[in-house]
Each structure stands twice: as C-alpha cells, then as structure tokens.
Nanobody, 122 residues
Framework: QVHLVESGGGLVQAGGSLRLSCAAS????????IGWYRRTPGKQRELVATISTDLIVNYADDVKGRFTISRDGAKNTVYLQMNSLKPEDTAVYYC????????????????WGQGTQVTVSS
C-alpha cells in the first residue's frame, strides 16, 4: 500500500510562489503517474497537473506557464512549483496515483490524503 503525503501549502500574497511536495511512503512505487488535484468548496475537484514516470507532463489550461510539476525518483517525491499565484488558486491540493490517459484518469488508491491548504490573498 502506497501512502502519499502532501505538504508545502500556506498563505501567500497574489503574485507569490509556493512549492508543494507529495511524498510517497510504504511500498516504493516509481511506476505510477502522479496527479495534483485541487478542491475548493462549492467547486468540482480539478486536475491541475500530471507527471508520468518518463516525465511526460500535462497541465490544466489555467495553470500553464505558472505551475511546474516535477519528480525526484530517488526521494519518491513529486513537486508542484506554483508561481504567479492568483486568489483563484486558493484550494486544498492533493496528489494521487493515477492510471489512464488525459481525459480518462483512474485512481490507483481508494482514499484521498489530508491535502495541503493553499491560500492566496489579493
């Protein structure tokens, strides 16, 4: 069982930056695509970015050019560097192991983690 733990969130002013981390513990898993999701009260869960094991990345349109997803296999960690943050980026951010293809992702694990809160003030 792989357990993912998100960290790195916080309060930042608009235009600022944060780097989120998604650390995997338990069974070493370097064979999964990882997706960063965010959830805002009153809005649907949104897929923000994905990275495959061969480092193919995809981004949601509203974060392209501002967010960068990367992974460190040696540390079993996936990062989400978020620059030029906007108030609308405020959400709880989660990482999940996923399988499939853009537009048709499925979760490999049953549960969501705690997530990490990102709050961007205007």
């Amino acid at each position: 069982q792989v357990h993912l733990v998100e960290s790195g969130g916080g309060l930042v002013q608009a235009g600022g930056s944060l780097r989120l981390s998604c650390a995997a513990s338990g069974t070493t898993d370097s064979t999964s695509t990882i997706g960063w999701y965010r959830r805002t009260p009153g809005k649907q869960r949104e897929l923000v970015a994905t990275i495959s094991t061969d480092l193919i990345v995809n981004y949601a349109d509203d974060v392209k050019g501002r967010f960068t997803i990367s992974r460190d296999g040696a540390k079993n960690t996936v990062y989400l560097q978020m620059n030029s943050l906007k108030p609308e980026d405020t959400a709880v951010y989660y990482c999940r192991r996923i399988i499939g293809a853009p537009g048709a992702w499925f979760f490999l694990d049953a549960n969501w983690g705690q997530g990490t809160q990102v709050t961007v003030s205007s």
